[in-house]
């Protein structure tokens, strides 16, 4: 079946650093692209998403970009700071249903 | 307005039981989707119902099965249970397809003993 990879699995970066979540996928049909984020014991939110008309799209300081040709798309997080510890999900749509990444853990160092 | 909510949070049941899930969506809200998350793994997606029909499914066995009834409101059922079905099941609910925001609920944490 179709799959949605994500990398790191973990990743700690420097409070105020930048940070990025990868995520590839396998169904070249694929058209939305969100990313939610789930802190420690609450439910996951969206946070950003991106549809394939586009190739890059941001807010504040969050980005997401998009290639199409190679199948991966990224999230961005620039000055990190401690209310982004969570752990992130990218997804893909696949015959009308979202396929998920396995998380990433982001850990913001003070 | 009130947000996704699910009943039980907590269960706890044994080899060979069955039990249900209830998840209420946000009023007006008529997508509502079921996942099961387990540490590692992410999110798998169980199926999605939309006015009463179950509009899609995942590669779950036969044993998970769910409704919607007229108000939005669903259940998903697991039936024979199996240690490895534990885990928290997470409904979201969106005004009509995956393509809007998903609201997620809290969560029914499922241990099978």
């Known amino acids: 079946g179709e799959n949605v990879e994500q990398h790191p699995s973990t990743l700690s970066v420097q409070e105020g650093d930048s940070a990025v979540i990868k995520c590839t996928y396998s169904d070249s049909a694929s058209n939305y692209f969100p990313w939610y984020k789930q802190e420690l014991g609450k439910r996951p939110q969206l946070i950003i998403d991106i549809r394939s008309n586009v190739g890059e799209k941001k807010d504040q300081r969050i980005a997401v970009t998009l290639n199409k040709t190679a199948k991966h798309f990224s999230l961005h997080i620039t000055e990190t700071q401690p209310e982004d510890s969570a752990v992130y999900f990218c997804?893909?749509?696949?015959?009308?249903?979202?396929?998920w990444g396995a998380g990433t853990k982001l850990i913001i160092k003070p | 307005k009130a947000g996704v909510t699910q009943t039980p949070r907590y269960l706890i049941k044994t080899r060979g039981q069955q039990v249900t899930l209830s998840c209420s969506p946000i009023?007006?809200?008529?997508?509502v989707s079921w996942y099961q998350q387990t540490p590692g793994q992410g999110l798998q997606f169980l199926f999605e119902?939309?006015?009463?029909?179950?509009?899609n499914k995942g590669n779950f066995p036969g044993r998970f099965s769910g409704r919607q009834f007229s108000n939005s409101r669903s259940e998903m059922n697991v039936s024979t249970l199996e240690l490895g079905d534990s885990a928290l099941y997470l409904c979201a609910s969106s005004p009509q397809t995956i393509y809007n925001e998903q609201f997620f609920g809290p969560g029914t944490r499922l241990t099978v003993l």
């Open positions: 009023s007006g809200h008529r997508s």
């Open positions: 997804a893909g749509d696949s015959n009308y249903q979202l396929i």
């Open positions: 119902y939309f006015s009463e029909t179950q509009r």
